[in-house]
């Protein structure tokens, strides 16, 4: 998608020339994109002779749909969705839609992959109204199964919606994978201030998504949380990619660190490690100057140290 892999490459000029005090940003621009270039060639006999790996028809066609979805504007344009959809592209047909509404979205909540979930999540935050909203957790709330249940904890955490019905779902719940939702969530609402120091103890236990504990940390303006995502301490980052490319928490990433550079989900995976090791010199870079808004729950650079803006600021 040349669009987007230009205005990255613009940003990885911009993160060049603050890091290394380069003055000719074009110059630094068209060296990334000459690497860069190769990945995004939709010739499949090109893409055969530079070992990018092929892809069957289906998925193919599956990816390029999903492809045009992420890049489409919210509200764009008039699309349908049909049972047999994947739930990833459902959640982007309904951000991008002009009609559809929560129940085409639904499904999505119970997927059994927490980046569709948390997308599904921030969609319906951004698509719906508050009253919507308050319904939808409502009703997920009461689903027999248990990933509809965390996502209803989740959406009503972002929501800011009521905690009392967090609180009341936590007395009766019995099952621990959705307990400890619905204790991240009231964290999230600053409901449950003790669980922070608890909270990155669940990243050492396989059946909790690591995804949801980093970003109900991040949420919480715990820039540890940061610390640990972009692995300031050195060491592998291929973990990154994967969380931000495979788990789709380049979402959050966007929400929650506006500032920070692109991440292409679309691209080849050389390529989006190369993007990941041009995130972390930005975050390293950039740390001390982050700002934390605890209205917004967003981080942003404000160039005077590190700190918190509270509520009432």
């Known amino acids: 998608i040349p669009g987007m892999r230009e205005g990255a490459l613009m940003q990885l000029a911009m993160v060049y020339r603050s890091a290394r005090d380069e003055p000719d940003a074009d110059r630094v621009a068209a060296a990334a994109a000459s690497r860069l270039a190769p990945y995004y060639v939709e010739d499949e006999r090109v893409r055969a002779e530079i070992g990018v790996p092929q892809w069957t028809d289906t998925a193919n066609r599956q990816w390029r749909q999903l492809a045009v979805f992420e890049n489409l504007p919210a509200r764009s344009v008039d699309v349908e969705t049909h049972l047999d959809m994947p739930d990833l592209i459902r959640v982007h047909a309904v951000r991008v839609s002009t009609s559809l509404t929560s129940d085409d979205l639904f499904s999505a909540f119970a997927s059994n992959k927490p980046g569709v979930r948390h997308a599904a999540c921030l969609v319906a935050a951004d698509r719906f109204e508050a009253a919507t909203n308050d319904q939808l957790v409502d009703r997920l709330l009461r689903q027999f199964t248990d990933e509809y249940r965390m996502s209803g904890a989740l959406l009503a955490a972002i929501c800011d919606g009521n905690p009392e019905r967090l609180r009341k779902r936590l007395e009766r719940e019995t099952v621990w994978l959705v307990r400890q939702h619905l204790l991240l969530a009231l964290m999230m609402m600053g409901e449950q201030p003790d669980f922070v120091g608890q909270a990155p103890a669940l990243l050492t236990r396989p059946t909790m998504p690591e995804s949801t504990v980093r970003w109900a940390l991040i949420h919480a303006g ?58 972390r010199a930005w975050y390293l870079i950039n740390r001390r100057n982050l700002t934390f808004d605890e209205t917004s729950h967003q981080w942003h650079l404000n160039h005077q140290g590190t700190k918190v803006i509270k509520r009432n600021e």
Do not use: K, S
């Open 222 to 279: 715990q820039i540890e949380a940061l610390d640990d995502l972009f692995n300031v301490f050195g060491g592998d980052t291929g973990h990154m990619r994967q969380l931000l490319a495979d788990d789709r928490f380049v979402y959050l990433l966007e929400r929650y660190l506006p500032g920070a550079p692109p991440f292409d989900v679309q691209a080849d995976p050389r390529v989006q490690q190369f993007q990941v090791d041009v995130l």
